[in-house]
């Protein structure tokens, strides 16, 4: 069971850190759960975690190449 709270937490985590690196399409992905988590009855769905981590593997390529 999900605690949507937590989810919303995390979410907002990690949407400021990739906002401070400049992964903004994974900011902008995480600001869509955090904002759902809100809602009664939300639960991540198998596509939002594979989503979720195509943003995060393009965010990591990309900055491994700037760093």
Do not use: C
Not at 4 to 14: K, L, P, S, Y
Not at 22 to 39: H, M, N, R
């Amino acid at each position: 069971v999900e605690d949507r709270e937590a989810v919303r937490q995390q979410a907002h985590a990690m949407k400021s850190m990739s906002g401070n690196v400049g992964a903004t399409l994974l900011s902008k992905g995480l600001d869509d759960i955090e904002q759902a988590a809100s809602v009664d009855g939300y639960r991540l769905s198998s596509e939002d975690y594979v989503e979720l981590e195509e943003l995060a593997m393009d965010a990591s390529t990309h900055l491994e190449r700037w760093l």
